[in-house]
């Protein structure tokens, strides 16, 4: 097990034991691939949900919210495209008879060359110095450019495969590369089929009248559906945008990665309506955006980057992604698409309605363009738990494990602890949590000496732990205890919300 997988694994039982992910159903074993958030999970994805919705809906005059339900009528499905192309290309190997995605079998190949790519960069870097050119170095450097073509070309046959729809060289490309099952390490693989992502159920109380309906596999349809509505009765101008936070669900081939891959997950979607046209310049300024948006939590610039899509889907005229380099490599994050009219006018023309905006600039009615952000809120969940978990060894040679979650994520924004049990400083404790829980989300803990207590706070991210000692009954002082620095102060009691407000308050990360 390389480090990288050995901390993924110590992340995911951290997650358990200190309550932030279980496995659903767990006393039946778990169910793959769907999860529950616990009790400090579901404050950490709350508050994300937050940061999120306040950065779109509450700093942009020009976007509005929705919550759509997820059962839709079953010609939304036809109309997008979803019944016929949400597919993927699945492959068995016959030896460990585990399935893959084919398409994910190839860019794991070409992120495997990609590094040694790289390996290769930091080996000159480290030979060169300060005087190394990396742009010279890419496209002089012959290993660099065998490699370089490799990808070029892998990415170019992957491209004509699934332009058309062609899944006998797809397959033979896997054998051309040489692609072998990471499990059984054998090239044993089974013919490629397409496979249908959408969960059906049946509507209706008997078998003759019920009919198929989908669990919806994304929250977008449910916005295109509502285009005119939410238009006419929020009088928004073009461009204006619909943001929303919801479920989806997808019947995934692989399911192999904690909650990065989920059956059941919540995206957090917004489709931007701007005039045909104009619709590359608003995907660039949402790419910039959404990238300011991450980058501004301080996780680390250097786990961000765009990547270009090699196949487009049906809809789109341009597409990136915005990865994140997870424990596992860098991988899908958030999705940006040009989605073009390709939605509204197949609604347009499945439903028979009108879903025109009428552009009084130029007296002309037109089907809007679309610029989609689209973000996992399980991925971005896992990004910043992944980012901000620390093990650390200390001065005295003990260790700890800390979760260095930016503070207005943390679950808890302080915890209160008496020094000890007895002397009258419970009862003066339990009077700051009152005073204060209206404010913020905080704890409460008397149990185990108090170094125990800061380590347990440590590990659930808590940014600050108030201690209430014998000299806080005489001079109304406390000593506040910082998680990242572990720095201790004494303040009064009276400016102690001011000075957590000023640590966590989520205004300092959306200005
Ligand atoms: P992938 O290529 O990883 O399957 P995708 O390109 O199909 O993802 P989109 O359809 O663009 O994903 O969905 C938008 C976002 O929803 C993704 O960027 C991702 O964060 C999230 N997402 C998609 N599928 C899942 C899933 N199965 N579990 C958790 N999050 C998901």
């Not at 399911?255 to 990065?260: D, E, K, L, N, Y």
């Not at 552009?359 to 610029?371: A, F, L, R, T, W």
């Amino acid at each position: 097990m390389n480090a990288n997988q050995d901390n993924f694994k110590k992340i995911i039982s951290h997650a358990k034991e200190y309550g932030f992910i279980f496995q659903s159903s767990e006393i039946y074993d778990g169910l793959s691939a769907v999860y529950d958030y616990a009790q400090n999970g579901v404050e950490l994805k709350n508050n994300i949900k937050k940061y999120w919705w306040a950065s779109m809906v509450q700093m942009n005059d020009n976007i509005v919210g929705l919550d759509s339900s997820i059962l839709m009528h079953p010609t939304t499905w036809k109309a997008s495209g979803h019944v016929d192309a949400f597919n993927d290309p699945l492959i068995d190997n016959k030896d460990s008879k585990l399935r893959y995605r084919a398409d994910v079998l190839i860019e794991d190949y070409i992120a495997k060359i990609e590094s040694k790519i790289n390996k290769e960069i930091q080996k000159a870097k480290k030979r060169f110095g300060d005087k190394f050119d990396e742009n010279q170095f890419k496209k002089t450097n012959p290993r660099v450019l065998e490699n370089q073509k490799k990808i070029d070309n892998t990415i170019s046959e992957m491209k004509k495969c699934f332009d058309n729809d062609d899944l006998v060289s797809l397959k033979k490309l896997i054998d051309d590369l040489g692609i072998v099952d990471p499990v059984s390490g054998t090239k044993n693989w089974t013919d490629i089929k397409q496979f249908n992502l959408m969960f059906s159920t049946s509507i209706g109380a008997s078998s003759e009248s019920s009919s198929e309906i989908f669990l919806r596999p994304e929250t977008a349809q449910g916005i295109f559906v509502n285009f005119l509505n939410v238009q006419k009765s929020s009088r928004k101008k073009i461009p204006f945008g619909i943001a929303q936070i919801g479920k989806a669900f997808r019947n995934e081939i692989i399911a192999r990665q904690f909650i990065f891959r989920m059956r059941e997950f919540e995206q957090m979607e917004m489709q931007f309506f701007v005039k045909p046209g104009t619709q590359s310049e608003w995907y660039e300024k949402w790419k910039e955006i959404r990238m300011k948006w991450h980058k501004a939590l301080a996780l680390g610039d250097e786990n961000y980057r765009f990547h270009d899509h090699d196949k487009l889907a049906h809809y789109a005229d341009a597409a990136c992604d915005i990865e994140f380099n997870f424990p596992f490599g860098f991988k899908e994050l958030e999705g940006i698409h040009s989605r073009t009219d390709f939605d509204l006018a197949q609604h347009e023309e499945y439903s028979g309605k009108k879903l025109r905006y009428f552009d009084p600039e130029i007296n002309e009615s037109y089907v809007p363009y679309v610029v989609e952000t689209s973000i996992g809120l399980d991925r971005m969940f896992l990004a910043v738990l992944a980012s901000s978990f620390n093990e650390e060894q200390l001065k005295d040679n003990s260790s700890r494990v800390v979760l260095k979650i930016p503070g207005f994520l943390a679950p808890y924004k302080l915890a209160i602890l008496p020094l000890v049990k007895k002397d009258g400083l419970p009862a003066y404790a339990k009077k700051i949590y009152d005073d204060l829980k209206i404010h913020f989300n905080i704890t409460y803990d008397e149990k185990d000496a108090v170094g125990r207590r800061y380590r347990r706070q440590d590990a659930i991210g808590t940014p600050v732990c108030l201690t209430v000692d014998h000299d806080t009954i005489n001079d109304d002082s406390v000593t506040l205890r910082f998680r990242d620095s572990m720095e201790q102060i004494r303040v009064k009691v009276i400016d102690v919300k001011n000075e957590i407000d000023s640590r966590i308050n989520i205004s300092n990360w959306l200005s």
